[in-house]
C-alpha cells in the first residue's frame, strides 16, 4: 500500500493528498475532460471566486472540496506587533534573505466548498497574525495541501499552525511546532502525510530541521527526528515495505528513508541538487527521487537498502539530465514522466531501468511550470503557469490531445475526480465536467 491515507473504494474514488491516493499523480477510474474553451465556456461546470492566496492544491472527499489560503488584510501591526528579526537564526554566508518581512496582519483560511455547485459550505480563519518572514514572489503563505481520511480534515500553515477539523468545520485540535526559517527567506510548504493514524510533517529548515510524526486524533507527537538538513520543500513519501512502513524524504544533503514506528534512518542516500522539492514515488519495490534545481540528478533506490548509500551505492539507476525543479512527476503504468527545471521539455523514463523513451522533447504551447502533472483517464495532464494546460497521449512520442487555455494562472496541481478535474487558479477555482 503506497501513501493512501484510506483504504478501499473510497480512496479510490477522491483526491485525499495532495499527489492521489497513491501518492503518484494518477486518478484511478477517473475520466475528466480533454477540452474546455477558457473561463466560462465548454466543459466548465461552475467557477467560484476565491479569497486570500495560495498554491496549496485542493483536496476532494465526497462532495467536498477543502482548500488552504492565506489573505492579506488591511490591518497594519504596530512596532510590539512585528516579530522580532533577532529572534531568529542569522542565515547561512551567501544566502542572506532576499525577501521582506511584511507589516500587515494576514488571515489563515481553511475553506470547504460543495463539489457539484462551487457553493461555500464553510470558512475557518485558524490564525490572524503578522509572519515572521516574507516570502518568494511567486509563492504565498499557503502552499501545504491539506490531507482527510474522510473523518477529519488536516491542514498545516507550517509556523502559523497545525489544524484538524471535522469534515464540517468543527476544529478538533492544533499544535504550535514553532517556527521555520527558510533559505533566503523564500516561505515554506509543509503538507502533512496521513499514514494509519499518524500525520507526518517535513519541518526541513536552515537550522534545527526535523521529520515529525504527530498523532492525527489528538495531534500528540509520537517522535521527532532530527534530520541534518537545510530547507526542502518536499512531501514525505509514506509507503509500506517487508512488514513495516518507510518515510522517504527527499533532501539536498541526503534523501533518507525513516523509519514509521521510531523516525530512526534506515538507509540515505547523497548526489541530490540544492533545493529539493520533488516528492518520491514509489515503483514496484523502489524509490525514483529528483531534483533539477542547478543541475540534474535522478535515483532508483531499492526499499530493501540499509545504511549511507553515499554516490556511488548500490542503486537501480540514476540518472542527470532532464530533472525537474519545482513539478514532481507521474507514475504512467511503467513510466515516468516530468519535465526540466520549470520547462515545458519533457522527458519519459522507464521506472524500472531509466532508460530514456522521451529524451528532453518540448511539449507545444507550454510555458514555465510549477503544477504537477497528473494521470486520468489514459491521458495526462501538464499545466503552466498562464493557465494552460496541454493533454498528452501517454507513448513514446510527444501526442497532444488537447490545448486549452482558462485565462487565469494556476500553480496548483491539478485533481481530477469522477467526470471532473477541479483547477485552483489564481482568481478562482473551476471544476470542468465531462458533458453528456
Request: glycine share 10%; hydrophobic share 35%; aromatic share 8%.
Amino acid at each position: 500500500m503506497v501513501g493512501l491515507v484510506s483504504t478501499g473504494l473510497a480512496a479510490e474514488a477522491n483526491w485525499t493528498q495532495w499527489r492521489g491516493p497513491h501518492a503518484n499523480g494518477t486518478a484511478p477510474g477517473a475520466e475528466p475532460p480533454t477540452s474546455w474553451d477558457g473561463p466560462s465556456g465548454k466543459n466548465i461546470r461552475w467557477r467560484t471566486e476565491l479569497v486570500g492566496k495560495g498554491s496549496a492544491t485542493p483536496i476532494v472527499w465526497g462532495e467536498q472540496i477543502f482548500i488552504a489560503s492565506a489573505e492579506q488584510t488591511e490591518r497594519k501591526a504596530k512596532p510590539e506587533e512585528i516579530p522580532n528579526p533577532l529572534d531568529r537564526p542569522p542565515p547561512r554566508p551567501g544566502y542572506e534573505r532576499q525577501t521582506t518581512e511584511p507589516t500587515d496582519f494576514y488571515r489563515f483560511l481553511v475553506s470547504s466548498y460543495q463539489r457539484g455547485t462551487g457553493k461555500l459550505l464553510w470558512r475557518k480563519v485558524v490564525a490572524e497574525l503578522v509572519p515572521h518572514e516574507g516570502h518568494h514572489a511567486t509563492h504565498s503563505y499557503a502552499a501545504g495541501s491539506p490531507t482527510t481520511d474522510g473523518e477529519r480534515l488536516y491542514v498545516s500553515f507550517g509556523s502559523f499552525g497545525v489544524y484538524c477539523f471535522a469534515l464540517d468545520g468543527k476544529l478538533l485540535w492544533e499544535r504550535q511546532l514553532g517556527r521555520l526559517n527558510t533559505r533566503r527567506g523564500y516561505g515554506e510548504a509543509v503538507t502533512p502525510v496521513l499514514h494509519h493514524g499518524r500525520l507526518l510533517l517535513n519541518w526541513d529548515q536552515e537550522v534545527d530541521s526535523a521529520l515529525y510524526c504527530i498523532d492525527a486524533k489528538t495531534g500528540e507527537t509520537k517522535w521527532k527526528a532530527v534530520r541534518d538538513e537545510i530547507t526542502t520543500w518536499t512531501t514525505p513519501l509514506v509507503t509500506e515495505f517487508n512488514g513495516g512502513a518507510q518515510v522517504i524524504l527527499n533532501g539536498t544533503r541526503r534523501i533518507r528513508s525513516h523509519d514509521y514506528e521510531t523516525g530512526r534512518v534506515i538507509w540515505s542516500c547523497s548526489g541530490m541538487t540544492e533545493n529539493a522539492i520533488p516528492s518520491a514515488i514509489r515503483y514496484q519495490d523502489a524509490a525514483i527521487i529528483l531534483s533539477g534545481y542547478r543541475g540534474n540528478s535522478g535515483v532508483s533506490v531499492p526499499l530493501s537498502s540499509q545504511g549511507d548509500l553515499g554516490l556511488d551505492g548500490p542503486v537501480n539507476w540514476r540518472t542527470k539530465t532532464g530533472n525537474p525543479y519545482v513539478p514532481s512527476p507521474v507514475l504512467v503504468g511503467d513510466h515516468l514522466y516530468f519535465t526540466k527545471h520549470m520547462e515545458n521539455v519533457l522527458t519519459v523514463r522507464d521506472a524500472a531501468t531509466g532508460a530514456a523513451i522521451i529524451d528532453g522533447e518540448r511539449i507545444p504551447g507550454l510555458s514555465q511550470i510549477y503544477s504537477s502533472p497528473v494521470h486520468a483517464g489514459g491521458r495526462i495532464y501538464f499545466t503552466d503557469r498562464k493557465g494552460t494546460t496541454v493533454v498528452l497521449r501517454p507513448g513514446a512520442k510527444i501526442e497532444v490531445l488537447a490545448t486549452n487555455v482558462l485565462g487565469d494562472g494556476v500553480d496548483a496541481s491539478l485533481v481530477p475526480v469522477g467526470r471532473q478535474l477541479l483547477v485552483r487558479a489564481q482568481k478562482a477555482l473551476y471544476c470542468i465536467e465531462t458533458r453528456e
